[in-house]
């Protein structure tokens, strides 16, 4: 990889989990700090997620429109940054700046990671890993009760500045290349279910020693390793064979081990493997549309969600349920790469 | 109206409507991610529609494209 691209997968990386860290710790310090009830705070967490997630799809939209990752990436931080010091008069507002600015981020600085390495898996892999990680500890922070808004709003300050002078790669917006035409809305469609799919696991699956802090690290850890490993790996040897075999050994581990850490934490670990996959086989599907493709992984993520929110997690996190949704996320998710590797219409 | 169009406004409008009637019970006074749900399920229904109709505008703009040139 150039070093142009490390850095700015280092500069966008380390964003990416200050942003996710910042949101995250806005939300929950409202919740420790006792100045919202907890329905309250539940509804807060949806619409976040709504805006964060859901929005993500239009603004992709706007993004390749005008060409401006890099403007859409800061402009993110400092908007989620604004939340931080709002967070304190208002807990609505603050979630809604949160909300769009985090949207903004990573449309930017997805469309930014899509281009690193092209039509290859690894460079967004490691873009998205960190946010995990962000996320936890944003969550922890904010649960601390000690939380105080300068430390996040330095670091952001000084990630803005490094986005903002990082020359970041040549963005590919020629809609005009070959596309695979006769499968073109079904390799989408596909390739979006078994994103769906995976969140729907990621939100319904019950690990039970989660508060255990250590392993709540090395949980975190194994998501954040899957993600980024998922698209060297497959890379490497292909991503049909990785993504489809670490879906199926995953299965087992996370529908019967979810009790038993080192198994649900090797099994969260493979599981994750297909999110870059995912990803960029849906970015070439639909060339020049970088930000576009970034949003429609995220849309497919909150519809994911959409089944908890509905009450429908209990039923779907049942050992069986869980092992069904996997596997037949696997199926998918071979059918979509095959139609995927196949040559386009001329 | 082709067969994808039909499954995918179909799927849009599901995923609009059904947590709103799953959920319906809980609209009372004080109900709290039911009274959202309301608003939510509708919007990303909407957003998801506007996405597959700009992909179905890809695809067709694609497909104009290679459309052989009659030539004089």
Request: proline share 4%; net charge neutral.
């Given at each position: 990889?150039?070093?142009?691209?490390?850095?700015?997968?280092?500069?966008?990386?380390?964003?990416?989990?200050?942003?996710?860290?910042?949101?995250?710790?806005?939300?929950?310090?409202?919740?420790?700090?006792?100045?919202?009830?907890?329905?309250?705070?539940?509804?807060?967490?949806?619409?976040?997620?709504?805006?964060?997630?859901?929005?993500?799809?239009?603004?992709?939209?706007?993004?390749?429109?005008y060409r401006c990752p890099k403007l859409s990436a800061i402009s993110g931080s400092v908007i989620t940054a604004s939340a931080i010091p709002v967070s304190f008069l208002s807990p609505l507002y603050a979630i809604i700046l949160a909300g769009i600015g985090n949207a903004l981020f990573h449309v930017g600085g997805g469309t930014i990671s899509l281009n690193l390495t092209k039509n290859k898996a690894?460079?967004?892999?490691?873009?998205?890993?960190?946010?995990?990680?962000?996320?936890?500890?944003?969550?922890?922070?904010?649960?601390?009760?000690?939380?105080?808004?300068?430390?996040?709003?330095?670091?952001?300050?000084?990630?803005?500045?490094?986005?903002?002078?990082?020359?970041?790669?040549?963005?590919?917006?020629?809609?005009?290349?070959?596309?695979?035409?006769?499968?073109?809305?079904?390799?989408?469609?596909?390739?979006?279910?078994?994103?769906?799919?995976?969140s729907v696991i990621g939100?319904?699956?019950?690990?039970?020693?989660?508060?255990?802090?250590?392993?709540?690290?090395?949980?975190?850890?194994?998501?954040?390793?899957?993600?980024?490993?998922?698209?060297?790996?497959?890379?490497?040897?292909?991503?049909?064979?990785?993504?489809?075999?670490?879906?199926?050994?995953?299965?087992?581990?996370?529908?019967?081990?979810?009790?038993?850490?080192?198994a649900a934490i090797l099994g969260i670990f493979l599981f994750n493997f297909t999110m870059p996959i995912t990803l960029v086989a849906i970015s070439n599907t639909l060339p020049g549309r970088p930000g576009f493709s970034f949003g429609l992984t995220t849309l497919a993520l909150i519809i994911g969600v959409l089944p908890t929110y509905a009450g429908a997690g209990s039923f779907m996190s049942q050992s069986h349920s869980v092992f069904a949704i996997i596997i037949s996320s696997a199926i998918v998710l071979y059918y979509a790469l095959f139609l995927y590797s196949r040559k386009p219409n001329v | 109206m082709k067969k994808a169009n039909i499954i995918i406004i179909s799927l849009c409008l599901s995923v609009s409507i059904l947590p709103s009637v799953v959920r319906a019970d809980m609209i009372s006074p004080g109900a709290t991610a039911a009274l959202l749900l309301i608003i939510i399920a509708p919007i990303i229904g909407i957003i998801a529609l506007i996405a597959w109709l700009v992909i179905r505008k890809i695809k067709k703009n694609n497909d104009s494209k290679r459309e052989p040139k009659i030539r004089a």
């Open positions: 990889m150039p070093s142009d691209s490390k850095k700015n997968l280092t500069v966008y990386g380390l964003s990416h989990a200050a942003i996710d860290a910042s949101c995250a710790a806005v939300a929950f310090s409202l919740l420790s700090s006792k100045s919202i009830t907890n329905d309250y705070f539940i509804q807060l967490v949806i619409m976040y997620n709504v805006i964060a997630f859901g929005s993500q799809t239009l603004v992709g939209l706007l993004v390749d429109k690894a460079a967004p892999g490691i873009f998205v890993a960190p946010g995990a990680l962000g996320l936890l500890i944003g969550t922890l922070y904010g649960k601390s009760g000690s939380f105080t808004a300068w430390p996040l709003l330095i670091i952001i300050a000084i990630l803005c500045a490094l986005m903002y002078y990082t020359k970041y790669p040549e963005i590919n917006y020629k809609t005009d290349e070959k596309i695979n035409t006769n499968y073109f809305e079904s390799i989408i469609l596909l390739l979006l279910m078994t994103i769906v799919a995976r939100s319904v699956v019950v690990l039970p020693w989660k508060s255990d802090i250590f392993l709540l690290v090395t949980l975190t850890s194994g998501i954040v390793l899957g993600k980024a490993f998922g698209g060297i790996i497959g890379d490497k040897y292909g991503w049909q064979k990785v993504g489809v075999i670490s879906l199926l050994i995953s299965a087992p581990l996370l529908a019967f081990g979810a009790a038993i850490p080192e | -």
